[in-house]
């Protein structure tokens, strides 16, 4: 009799921590980390060379889908994913746009997302109705993707996942 008591409260402490956990993620971290929300938000200035870089892309595109692969090129070289990663420097979630701009590597979904909305809306080939920011859980943790519409069809594109091999138009894989 014992034994099954000290079993149910494992089975309910274990329950609680995951709940706990699920919320912690899906729930908490829309609302304190910046850009992890729904929301679409557009910042009214940029960088200089920010502004540059998208410009020098909107020449060399004839079209959405065009801007959408060669800013998704650009970014994905600049910046990548990485598994845990995060959990190391919990402050790279708020970084602010001008400070990632200026800077390589590492980026978690939410800011490497962010940078790609901004060069979408900015070219002026896409509108903030045009985007839809997906989350999922991810090996462990929530994601962030994106959903563009390019001739009335969602696409998803996720520059973090590239690094594990996810080419634009496929969905990331999580458990």
Same mark, same amino acid.
């Given at each position: 009799?014992?034994?099954?008591?000290?079993?149910?409260? !494992?089975?309910?402490?274990?329950?609680?921590?995951? !709940?706990?956990?699920?919320?912690?993620?899906?729930?908490?971290?829309?609302?304190?980390? #910046?850009?992890?929300?729904?929301?679409?938000?557009? #910042?009214?200035?940029?960088?200089?060379?920010?502004? /540059?870089? !998208? +410009? +020098?892309?909107?020449?060399?595109?004839? +079209?959405? /889908?065009?801007?959408?692969?060669?800013?998704?090129?650009?970014?994905? =070289?600049?910046?990548?994913?990485?598994?845990?990663?995060?959990? =190391?420097?919990?402050?790279?979630?708020?970084?602010?746009?001008?400070?990632?701009?200026?800077?390589?590597?590492?980026?978690?979904?939410?800011?490497?997302?962010?940078?790609?909305? !901004?060069?979408?809306?900015?070219?002026?080939?896409? /509108?903030?109705?045009? *985007?839809?920011? *997906?989350?999922?859980?991810?090996?462990?943790?929530?994601?962030?993707?994106?959903?563009?519409?390019? +001739?009335?069809?969602?696409?998803?594109?996720?520059?973090?996942?590239?690094?594990?091999?996810?080419?634009?138009?496929?969905?990331? /894989?999580?458990?």
């Amino acid at each position: 009799m014992i034994i099954y008591s000290i079993l149910l409260i !494992i089975i309910k402490l274990s329950f609680a921590i995951v !709940i706990s956990y699920f919320l912690l993620f899906f729930v908490l971290s829309r609302f304190f980390i #910046p850009y992890f929300n729904k929301r679409i938000y557009i #910042p009214e200035q940029i960088p200089k060379d920010m502004e /540059k870089v !998208i +410009n +020098n892309l909107k020449k060399q595109s004839k +079209n959405k /889908k065009e801007f959408l692969e060669k800013a998704h090129e650009y970014l994905s =070289k600049k910046y990548f994913g990485e598994d845990y990663a995060m959990f =190391k420097d919990p402050a790279c979630f708020f970084q602010r746009i001008d400070s990632v701009w200026t800077t390589k590597g590492f980026m978690p979904c939410n800011i490497q997302n962010q940078m790609l909305i !901004i060069f979408l809306i900015k070219s002026g080939f896409f /509108k903030k109705q045009d *985007i839809k920011k *997906i989350h999922m859980y991810y090996y462990g943790s929530i994601h962030q993707y994106i959903e563009v519409k390019i +001739n009335n069809k969602s696409m998803p594109v996720d520059i973090w996942s590239t690094a594990y091999g996810v080419k634009m138009g496929d969905r990331p /894989k999580g458990i």
